[in-house]
């Protein structure tokens, strides 16, 4: 992980630490090894980037392992230890907004988060259902995807709990279908590109979000377009060490490359 130093606990430590669509509730959550990614890191600051809990998929059918308790039970007990918890709600957990409102205290809640990183940038955080409204997609298309991606995280959980047994690193299996076919490609990009210019046009340095389940770090017209990724597909995290570098963490495959900071930052606003 770039930047980021071993803190004595043996853990390796961030300044910042982005999750996203966690989907606790959904039988397909990679919950072991979101835990055992969560054993080895800690982070001033804890962002839950929306999709956390999936009230959605609990509503159809009732899921909850001890997995999933020992999610929530970690994030709480690095909060009692000192990290600044922030929660973002998703299209997912939308529902339990008010549940949330009450837990404040514990952590804050917020529809949209402004953050700014050690190098003085500020990224606008938001889940990025914000923009289902503009995307365009034919019903009958959707619903067709849905089915299919239904059917591909069901069979990539399967093979990845075989790989899992025999001591193989994780493969993300349906993100690497999904990119290669075209619609879906076509759709990723241009939720990417509509995500950057929204940030831009309102004078931040760059994005971070969840909700497509595509993890990506890259600069987009000069703005930093990031996406944490998800626990289903991906099993991805967004991470800002010390100096204030993002870096994309992929299960399974270490840290991708870093965005540094390039030209004058975006001043403050009044």
């Given at each position: 992980m770039a930047g980021?130093?071993?803190a004595r606990s043996g853990r390796t430590r961030a300044r910042t630490l982005f999750l996203s669509d966690i989907h606790l509730g959904y039988r397909h959550a990679r919950t072991t090894e979101l835990n055992e990614f969560l054993a080895r890191i800690e982070a001033e600051t804890i962002v839950l980037v929306g999709d956390i809990v999936d009230a959605l998929s609990l509503a159809r059918r009732a899921f909850w392992s001890p997995g999933h308790t020992q999610v929530v039970r970690t994030l709480l007990a690095r909060q009692r230890a000192g990290s600044r918890l922030?929660?973002?709600p998703g299209n997912h957990d939308a529902s339990l907004a008010m549940l949330a409102q009450m837990l404040q205290g514990q952590f804050e809640v917020h529809r949209e988060w402004v953050h700014r990183t050690a190098r003085g940038e500020r990224l606008l955080v938001m889940h990025g259902d914000q923009f289902d409204?503009?995307?365009t997609c034919a019903p009958w298309l959707q619903h067709l995807g849905d089915f299919v991606h239904g059917a591909t995280v069901a069979v990539s959980h399967r093979i990845n709990n075989v790989r899992r047994r025999l001591g193989k690193p994780y493969w993300p299996l349906t993100e690497s279908l999904k990119l290669g076919i075209g619609v879906a490609a076509r759709y990723i990009r241009n939720f990417e590109?509509?995500?950057a210019a929204h940030a831009r046009a309102q004078g931040y340095d760059g994005v971070v979000c969840g909700?497509?389940?595509?993890?990506n770090?890259?600069?987009?017209?000069?703005t930093v377009y990031a996406n944490?990724?998800?626990w289903v597909e991906s099993c991805s995290a967004l991470t800002e060490s010390e100096a204030g570098e993002l870096t994309l963490v992929r299960l399974g495959q270490g840290a991708a490359?870093?965005?540094?900071a390039t030209g004058a930052l975006v001043a403050d606003a009044a």
């Open positions: 980021a130093s071993s922030v929660y973002i409204g503009d995307m590109e509509l995500a909700h497509i389940h595509r993890a770090l890259c600069r987009i017209e000069g944490t990724g998800d490359a870093g965005v540094r």
